[in-house]
């Protein structure tokens, strides 16, 4: 593999159809994994995406308690990334579920009342509804500090904080940018044209440009639609093994076959 790099390495000074060809041979020779046909003669480039990201928002009025983790440091599946102070929040759950407690008490009583026929079906109707808005306001603060602490649905790392501990962020503000760093998928555009032979689990050649690696993937998927002003279509494929040293963000060149020529 390190002599396919500095192959590809040195074909950046050649023309394209030239460098393309010096590229298809060398990684002919790199393994039975990649097909002895005949191969495209410029190299398509793409770029490294983590299989699972996400940017955690939340609409919370409260401020960052905790922050435990910096950019760039891992994390498991169910870690604690950020804890909010939601004292405010409490305090209304207590007083909303003491409130809720004296309306089910005056509710219970028109009951009784209502059996002497002292209460009327009107009044008593609207004792109930004030208990049910009662208890859904519970539900509501329930939700609220439900979010007090958002936890990691995933294992990886910490791509970039937009907050700093103590800091009251603005609702729907993006809090913190996560990525899964165990898994990688290559993401490129390819002309359309190649719908004619390209398929899934093709196998391809990819070699990282900050890296100078050269990895096996295979295409998992295709966009949903072609481009018909570039007449092109995304294209993803996945590493057959974990690369090391890759990061999300690198990028490449994807060589493939072309069958018959």
């Not at 891992?74 to 604690?80: E, H, P, Q, S, V």
């Not at 070699?207 to 092109?232: H, K, M």
Request: charged residues 20%.
């Amino acid at each position: 593999m390190l002599a396919i790099s500095n192959i590809m390495r040195r074909t950046r000074v050649l023309t394209p159809r030239v460098a393309g060809a010096i590229l298809a041979a060398a990684v002919f020779s790199a393994g039975p994994w990649f097909d002895r046909a005949y191969a495209q003669q410029l190299p398509v480039r793409g770029i490294v995406k983590p299989v699972q990201e996400a940017t955690i928002a939340t609409d919370l009025f409260a401020p960052v308690a905790k922050l435990p983790l910096r950019e760039g440091e891992a994390f498991k599946a169910g870690d604690l990334l950020v804890e909010f102070d939601c004292a405010g929040y409490l305090a209304q759950r207590k007083a909303a579920a003491a409130e809720h407690q004296a309306l089910d008490l005056e509710s219970q009583n028109k009951k009784v009342l209502a059996k002497h026929n002292a209460v009327g079906r009107h009044e008593l109707g609207i004792a109930q509804a004030q208990v049910d808005g009662a208890a859904a306001k519970i539900e509501e603060l329930d939700a609220r500090i439900g979010q007090c602490k958002i936890l990691a649905p995933f294992d990886g790392r910490v791509a970039e904080l937009f907050v700093n501990q103590y800091e009251m962020p603005s609702a729907g503000n993006a809090i913190v940018s996560i990525i899964n760093d165990n898994a990688f998928e290559v993401e490129l555009i390819v002309p359309s044209e190649w719908l004619t032979w390209l398929q899934v689990d093709r196998p391809f050649a990819f070699e990282v440009d900050e890296t100078g690696s050269v990895l096996e993937a295979r295409v998992i998927r295709f966009g949903a639609a072609v481009d018909p002003v570039s007449q092109t279509i995304k294209l993803v494929g996945r590493f057959s093994a974990h690369p090391p040293r890759i990061k999300a963000g690198m990028s490449g060149a994807a060589l493939f076959n072309v069958p018959g020529g």
